[in-house]
């Protein structure tokens, strides 16, 4: 893949992701104006992530089907189009209905483009990729965290989602006319059978480990901005700049993970567990030095995450190579599964224990899932 088209890919990546993330800040802002309660606002989030999670397993065989370049170029106009519509809704149902909308296209943008990559890449360099976009993208859900609390302050939730419309709208006119690399003319019969990728061992085994991983990223990462808040006062715009360090620790590692994987061979997994359940335990800590300790739990955090991701995908992707786009698909529903279930299970624990067991039971399974991972992927 050439270099402009994957900078412009990763770009639209850090968009999306951006965008399905800043309802967190303003959603006080979104309940005061459209005159509802905060839980009701809430139902915004749903509204996006559960359409995302479940029509990705709609737009993989498509991209297998009719080829990764028109999914994503059109899903990219499409998101452009409903997050700027999202900023004119007049009435809570209205803003659901859109936000949905959105979500629908999200989940033919970022699975599709790593499907894409793993397509035009081999081996090391896949590996390496795929991580450095994932790194990316969460960069976006980091920033987007800062961007919407900064522009909130000094306008309106609705320019916030319009600002992202606009933003997505010229990424989507840059793909369309320089994303040329592509499969265009069909590699399977549709629709592919989801029952035959599952017969691959590699490939059963390994989702499992990408729900775990997605257990403990995003259920967790879902509360380390309201962590942030309740225990330091800091602003949204520096909670976005504190959290945008997971982001940059997981791109700046993703473009090395896979030269790594090669040279740790299986102990690869071993380690990165430890890493990501060491930065765990590293968060909760406190006192003179709480700060220096939160970024450096992060970055570490950050880094594990798409270590495990990266690997979890390039096995996957490589078990069926001609349906790289269903193989994602099943991925990102692991994933966002995952972390859908991991937000509930961690909200009980919230209300019950407060933030440090959220953070103490994540750090467990990060070293669980490193050792699940060398015995399931040892030698793949």
């Given at each position: 893949m050439k270099y402009k088209a994957f900078v412009i890919l990763a770009l639209l990546g850090f968009l999306v992701q951006g965008d399905n993330t800043v309802v967190s800040p303003i959603l006080p802002d979104i309940a005061s104006d459209l005159n509802v309660l905060i839980p009701q606002a809430a139902l915004v989030v749903a509204g996006y992530l559960i359409p995302?999670?479940?029509?990705?397993?709609l737009h993989g065989p498509l991209a297998d089907r009719?080829?990764?370049?028109?999914?994503?170029?059109?899903?990219?106009f499409g998101t452009a189009v409903f997050s700027s519509a999202s900023g004119l809704a007049n009435s809570l149902p209205q803003l659901i209905i859109f936000r949905g909308i959105n979500g629908f296209f999200a989940a033919g943008i970022i699975p599709i483009t790593v499907s894409l990559i793993g397509d035009t890449m081999k081996g090391e360099e896949k590996q390496n990729k795929i991580g450095a976009y994932l790194g990316f993208t969460f960069l976006g859900q980091a920033t987007g965290t800062a961007l919407g609390g900064?522009?909130?302050?000094?306008?309106?939730?609705?320019?916030v989602f319009i600002l992202y419309g606009v933003m997505e709208l010229l990424a989507a006119v840059a793909i369309h006319y320089n994303l040329t690399i592509d499969r265009d003319t069909p590699s399977a019969k549709f629709p592919i059978g989801?029952?035959?990728?599952?017969?691959?061992?590699?490939?059963?085994?390994?989702?499992?480990?990408v729900f775990t991983n997605g257990f403990i990223v995003y259920g967790s990462f879902a509360y380390l901005g309201s962590h942030l808040k309740?225990?330091?006062?800091?602003?949204?715009?520096?909670?976005?700049?504190?959290?945008s360090s997971f982001g940059l620790a997981a791109f700046a590692l993703g473009k090395k993970s896979g030269l790594l994987r090669a040279k740790l061979a299986d102990g690869y997994f071993i380690l990165f567990g430890a890493v990501g359940g060491l930065s765990l335990l590293l968060y909760i800590q406190t006192g003179v030095y709480a700060?220096?300790?939160?970024?450096?739990?992060?970055?570490?955090?950050?880094?594990?995450?798409?270590?495990?991701q990266s690997a979890f995908i390039t096995v996957a992707q490589d078990q069926a190579p001609s349906s790289t786009g269903t193989v994602m698909a099943l991925v990102a529903f692991c994933l966002f599964c995952g972390g859908g279930l991991g937000t509930?299970?961690?909200r009980k624990i919230l209300?019950?224990?407060?933030?440090p067991p959220i953070y103490l039971t994540a750090a467990i399974l990060f070293i669980a899932l490193g050792i699940g991972s060398y015995w399931v992927l040892k030698g793949s």
């Open positions: 995302f999670g479940f029509f990705a397993l009719f080829g990764q370049r028109r999914i994503i170029s059109i899903a990219a900064g522009l909130t302050h000094y306008f309106s939730w609705r320019g989801y029952r035959a990728l599952l017969k691959k061992r590699l490939i059963y085994s390994v989702l499992p480990l309740d225990f330091y006062g800091f602003s949204y715009l520096w909670i976005g700049l504190i959290l700060l220096a300790l939160l970024l450096v739990s992060l970055v570490g955090f950050g880094g594990a995450f798409i270590a495990f509930l299970v961690n209300t019950l224990y407060g933030y």
